[in-house]
Each structure stands twice: as C-alpha cells, then as structure tokens.
C-alpha cells in the first residue's frame, strides 16, 4: 500500500499470470494496473507480442478526453508499439517467436476486398461495431474492442498481415514511429496532391505534423506553411521540415493570414493534422469538447476549407468522432475543393518510409521528447494532454521490455 | 507571386518523391505485387461473440477484441444504441452516455474490489508539482461538462420519439 502513494500503480490481487497494463477509469482518468490478465490466442493466426515501446497518440488523448464514443471503462490503450513475438497460432507462417516487430496501428485480414487493394485503414473483416471504422489496437469499442499496447503484453490477431519485423539497421526508436505517427504524416501529405513548386499549408504541428512538413518538402511542396499554437513546436518543426512555422495566437485570423501570405489566392492544399480538440474557436470548443454535441471541434478543417485555393485540396487525418461536424459545406461547392481523407495505410508505407530512414533523410525518433515508464502512465498523459514540460511525443516503456 | 516560391533548394530530399509513382499510397485502390501476408481467401472465423455489432453488418466480424464485455446498466443503454443504424445521431449519442454512466459503474467496480480510486493521481496531477499549470481552469471546466451532461441527453435525446431519427 505504501507503494501505491508514490505511484499510480495499483497492487490487488496479483497472479502470476497478470502483467501491468493502462487501465481507462474516465475521461481525464487512467492508470497503471498489475493485476491486468494475460492476453490469449484467440484465434489460429494470433500473435502474442511482448511490448518493447509503446508511444501514446494525440488520438490517445481524443479516448483520454472521453470524446470517442463506446470507449468503455477498463480498456487499455495503445495503438503504436514495437514487441517480440512471444507465442504464434497454428496458421501463423511469416513471424517466429523472438521477431522484434513494428505493429501497424491498422488490423488488417489481408483478404477482404479493401486490403486486397492495400487500404489496410478499411479493412471490413475486424471491426464488428462499426461498418464505418476499421480494427485498430486500443482505441475504443468502435474500433473493434481489441486490448492495445500500452501493456507489457499484447494480442495481435492476424499475426501474417500486420506486423512487420524490424531491420536490424533500424532502431527501435525509430521503428516505433513507423506504427502511425509518420506514415500518418506522409499520407496526409501524399493525399495533398502536392505538385513540385506548390504552396500547402499545415494545420497542427504534433508528431503527424510535424512528419507531414517534412512528406511535403520530399513531394516538392514549394512552399510548407505549419500554424500551430504551441512555440516550442512551431521552432520543432521549424527546425525539422525546413519550412515556416506560425502561431495563430498572434493573427486576427488565420484564414486571413494565409490569403495574404499566397496573393490571396489561398495555399494549393492544406493538410488537417489536429483532429477533434482544436483550439482556435469557442463555439466549436463549446459544441464539440465541452458538450459533444458535434464529433469535437473541426476548427482545423474549418481553417483548411475557407484558406485553400480555389480548385485545391484539403487533407483530413485528423480524427474525429463519426458523429457530425460543423464545416462550411457550402464553400466545399462554391470553391470546387477536393477533399481527401483516410485512416493511413500503414504497412504499404514501411518499407519505403524505411528507406528515408536509412538514407538519413529523416530521423523520426527526434519527436520522442519523454521517456516515461509504462508505471507511470497517467504521469505521461497528463503532461502530453497539457503539452507540458515542452513535451512532443512520450514514449513509455514496459518494465519487461529488456 | 507564388509561383515565384519555386525553391532554390537547400532542403535536405526536397523531391524525391516527387514522382507519383514512387509514392506508395498512389494510386489509392492498388493490389500489392507482394502480396497482403494473408495466405487464406477467406480468414477463419473467431469464436466466442459477446458483444454487439452494427446493423449495418450482417453479422460479427473475423476477428473482433473482447477487451471489456458489455455489462451493467451502462450495457443495456449500449444494446439499446446498437439498434440504431451508424448513421442516426441517436446510435452514437447513446453510447456516450452509456460511457458517462459507465465511469460511475467503473468507480463503484473500483471500491467493491478494494481498490480506491486516485482520482488526482489517475489524472497526473502529480506531475502539475514540477510545472507551473492553471489547475483551477481545469476544475471549472470539468465542473461544467458535468452539469451540462444531463442537459444534453434531456434536450437532445429524451424529447424526440428515436423511431423518427
């Protein structure tokens, strides 16, 4: 009990066969528990992976803020980790035990007709409560229900598809990343439509942001516009992408300032790498964080509608609920926008996404800002969910990780 | 004017991949010349179904979590959510009220089993020690969603007969 003063992890009824894993009790509200049971083979083509690095998401903080609906009480998060392979089901051919493995945050089957034209993001054979989303690891009910890898332990069904085993060039800090965050930012620049010289303006300077910027300069995006609100990010990604970086706080109006910085014609694309929790507006602050009575607040969306140039595109992977959102629809028509959205494909990126890797033309690992132990989880969320500390991205690390 | 912004170019792998056809998210429907990893036409079916599925599906999927089985009241409000289609707003207001009425079952769970919630630690108010942070805002804004809550459900949800959404 004197244990438990000091950290947030609970101590009941400890067996042999629990492990400790993040444990949601409400909105603002997880924690660390070791009495947490130990994942099972469920089915012939399972995985059962020991957790290396386990990153939390900014989507994370969209579960942790109680905005995505049927997350229930007592799941456990995670969606991006590397692990080793513990245990195999009988069908599994293309992993043996002791494979270290980058985990797409995607569940995929590998043969339903989405995956079988790559949009592992679509898969329709791994999400039973929802035709809309897809199987993702930890991230509510509406994604499947599946336990996630902020864990010491974790279940990867179809085991042949997902996981990908880490090259022995690549560090595991870097291969981490390969889960979501930067081939998240890659194909939202990817879905920009960038052509060689053109303008994109960049909402959100997070990891995806961030991982986006620097996408953009490899499309040959002429100019790479970041707004955000958070300094310490602005010169991060400043530094990172090589491009300009803007705080909103100090414009009137962002849509405004992007119109006179392109001879008010507006950016060619404009990518939305914020989701649900944007800042920058009350009303849709009030609607969408405080009441719910939309999916979370589109101001990032809003921004990128209203900024773009006419005949442009706009780029979504931010996440918001399935709900409804209030975006000028009316000026989608008016200025004959394109708009490109999806969950990314993660694994059709990894090997070339490795490749910029060891061509040194990136190094993902420079966004882990805190390196926090799996036991004091609700310690890292809450300093990511309130950017303190100048945190970036927090990686946490199970104490069975070695 | 913009055009003018051609880059000179210092930036490190600036156009590399300025090719579509290097991009491998291009074009967005592709089959893999690699192939998926899957070596079934159809994957075998996971057993031990105890949960809801859409009504937009014919049923459950090949594979599906069993992180937390439905239960309690909270359950019942989800059953109830589940037979609205995806694409009423009543399916998806449901459930976060059964998610709000689960937290109260998650803290009753929580004392039954001997565990006493630490409900400043569970939010990592244990690092606002080290950094300077305005935690009286957090207190008022979470006071507000609290009262505006049941507000919602009685505005939004109780009024309408759900059969006409």
């Given at each position: 009990m004197e244990h438990r003063l000091q950290c947030s992890v609970i101590q009941v009824g400890t067996k042999e066969a629990d492990m400790i894993a993040t444990n949601y009790r409400g909105p603002y509200r997880i924690r660390a528990d070791r009495n947490k049971s130990m994942p099972r083979m469920e089915h012939p083509n399972d995985a059962i992976i020991r957790v290396t690095r386990s990153l939390i998401c900014g989507s994370d903080l969209h579960l942790y803020h109680g905005l995505v609906p049927d997350c229930r009480v007592g799941s456990v998060f995670g969606h991006e980790f590397t692990g080793i392979v513990e245990e195999i089901g009988s069908s599994v051919q293309n992993l043996k035990v002791g494979d270290h493995v980058v985990v797409p945050f995607n569940i995929a089957c590998g043969s339903c007709l989405f995956c079988q034209h790559q949009l592992y993001g679509n898969c329709n054979e791994t999400a039973p409560q929802s035709a809309a989303a897809a199987g993702f690891f930890g991230y509510s009910h509406t994604t499947g229900g599946y336990d996630g890898g902020q864990a010491e332990y974790v279940r990867v069904p179809f085991a042949d598809v997902g996981p990908f085993i880490i090259p022995d060039d690549i560090d595991v800090d870097d291969a981490v990343l390969l889960a979501d965050a930067y081939p998240t930012g890659y194909q939202a620049a990817e879905m920009a439509e960038i052509k060689p010289g053109d303008t994109v303006a960049i909402f959100g300077a997070g990891p995806v942001g961030i991982f986006a910027a620097k996408a953009a300069q490899w499309l040959g995006a002429g100019r790479v516009i970041v707004i955000d609100k958070e300094d310490y990010r602005l010169e991060f990604v400043k530094r990172f992408a090589q491009c300009e970086a803007y705080n909103f706080l100090e414009m009137d109006d962002p849509v405004l300032f992007l119109k006179r910085e392109t001879d008010f014609l507006g950016p060619d694309s404009c990518i939305d790498a914020v989701g649900c929790e944007a800042s920058g507006s009350k009303l849709q602050g009030i609607l969408?964080?405080?009441?719910?009575?939309?999916?979370?607040?589109a101001v990032a969306v809003q921004w990128a509608i209203n900024a773009v140039k006419k005949g442009g595109t706009v780029s979504v992977v931010g996440v918001y609920g399935p709900t409804a959102n209030l975006i000028p629809l009316g000026n989608i028509v008016n200025k004959g926008i394109t708009v490109r959205a999806n969950q990314a494909s993660v694994k059709r990126h990894i090997p070339h996404l490795i490749e910029h890797i060891r061509n040194g033309l990136i190094k993902p690992s420079e966004v882990l800002t805190h390196r926090v132990p799996l036991e004091e989880v609700a310690d890292a969320y809450h300093l990511f969910s309130s950017k303190l500390d100048h945190c970036i991205k927090p990686v946490l690390i199970p104490p069975r990780a070695a | 004017m913009q055009e003018s912004f051609i880059p000179t170019n210092s930036v490190h792998g600036w156009g590399v991949d300025a090719d579509k056809s290097v991009r491998p998210n291009y074009p967005m429907w592709k089959k893999s010349a690699q192939g998926t990893g899957a070596h079934w036409t159809e994957p075998e079916q996971q057993l031990g179904f105890n949960d809801f599925h859409s009504l937009e599906r014919p049923g459950p999927t090949k594979v599906f979590g069993k992180t937390v089985a439905p239960s309690g009241l909270s359950g019942k409000i989800r059953k109830l959510a589940f037979s609205y289609g995806e694409g009423s707003f009543a399916h998806w207001m449901t459930l976060i009220l059964a998610d709000r009425i689960n937290v109260v079952e998650g803290l009753i769970d929580d004392v039954t089993h001997g565990v006493m919630p630490g409900l400043l630690k569970e939010r990592g108010w244990n690092v606002d020690k080290q950094f300077k942070t305005k935690r009286y805002k957090r207190v008022v804004n979470l006071s507000i969603m609290a009262a505006l809550l049941p507000i919602v459900y009685f505005v939004f949800l109780k009024k309408k007969n759900p059969s006409n959404l």
């Open positions: 969408g964080v405080k009441m719910l009575i939309q999916a979370g607040s | -």
